[in-house]
């Protein structure tokens, strides 16, 4: 039976380590700020934001949400974006995926300032994580390298495989293996024969949105397993995309699901915008 990598607990104790700079930060007059768009009513991202705000005031930082109806324009969502782009107190700008189809999303993740793009999505810091200085880490990947650090989990020399190609997880994912030496593999829908690929990995990330799609005849006997997806099974239970019962018997270490990478997309998020709050501090005293 593999170890069980718990995020709900790593997240727990990063969490602690943030609240506490965050009141050494606060007793010196800067109170870390975050702001959260949420365009229209989609039921998950309204959950999404319910979570971010909670947990911002769970670590004392100021949190902003900002909901704006299904019509509104391009326009009226890059004027609210300038608006907290010129705003001194606000420290990082999150605007919730997926925004209404009429919303041209590049224009809108374009006109984040990338000194608060706390996502990590705009080029600049995209770039900047490709040629290894990443300015902010991308939320659910720097999750994911937390979780192999506490797990005492290498990934130098490594063979490492991505299951998935999206620009918020298996792209960044990728990088940060290779920025820590791990041989990476990204496997997506045209890969020919995935269970030969995924049987070659020593660590394996999975981000493809199927319901236990990872069975144990495509994992390496000893891999570590690390399960991104968030699915609700045909039993209405929640489950990720790896078939934890089976795979759980020959991989070495996994992440559950709830309570494996969930909690800490919101942890390096909290992570990031502490760090935007250091800097303005660093500029004001
Ligand atoms: N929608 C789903 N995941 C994310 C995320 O990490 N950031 C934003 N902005 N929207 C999302």
Redesign the pocket.
């Known amino acids: 039976m593999a170890v069980i990598l718990s995020g709900k607990a790593v997240s727990a104790a990063e969490r602690e380590i943030i609240r506490q700079k965050t009141a050494a930060l606060v007793e010196r007059g800067v109170t870390p700020c975050l702001a959260v768009i949420i365009v229209g009513c989609d039921p998950a ?1 309204q959950v ?1 934001v319910r979570n971010k705000h909670k947990a911002c005031e769970e670590v004392g930082f100021r949190s902003l949400v900002i909901e704006m109806s299904e019509q509104t324009t391009t326009e009226a969502l890059l004027s609210k974006i300038s608006e907290l782009a010129a705003d001194d107190g606000v420290d990082g700008i ?5 925004l209404p189809r009429h919303i041209d999303e590049n224009a809108v993740i374009s006109a984040i300032p990338p000194e608060k793009d706390v ?1 990590a ?1 705009t080029l600049p810091n995209v770039g900047a994580i490709m040629t290894g200085a990443p300015r902010f880490l991308p ?2 990947p720097a999750g994911i390298m937390k979780i192999l650090e506490y797990g005492g989990i290498s990934v130098d020399g490594k063979e490492c495989v991505v299951v998935g190609r999206s620009n ?1 997880v298996g792209k960044p994912m990728a990088m940060l293996l290779l920025a820590k030496n791990g041989t990476v593999t990204v496997c997506h829908s045209h890969t020919g024969n995935l269970a030969e690929v995924t049987g070659r990995a020593d660590i394996l990330v999975v981000a493809i949105g199927k319901p236990r799609f990872i069975t144990a005849d495509m994992v390496k006997p000893g891999a570590v397993v690390i399960d991104v997806g968030i699915n609700r099974g045909e039993d209405g239970k929640l489950c990720g995309d790896v078939d934890f019962e089976s795979v759980s018997q020959v991989a070495s270490a996994i992440t559950p699901v709830p309570g494996g990478v969930g909690p800490m ?1 919101i942890t390096s ?1 909290l992570s990031n915008t502490l760090a935007s709050a250091e800097r303005r501090a660093e500029k004001l005293f």
Do not use: A, G, R
């Not at 999150?94 to 997926?98: F, S």
């Open positions: 991202s999404y999150l605007v919730q995926l997926p996502d999505f939320c659910t918020i997309t998020l």
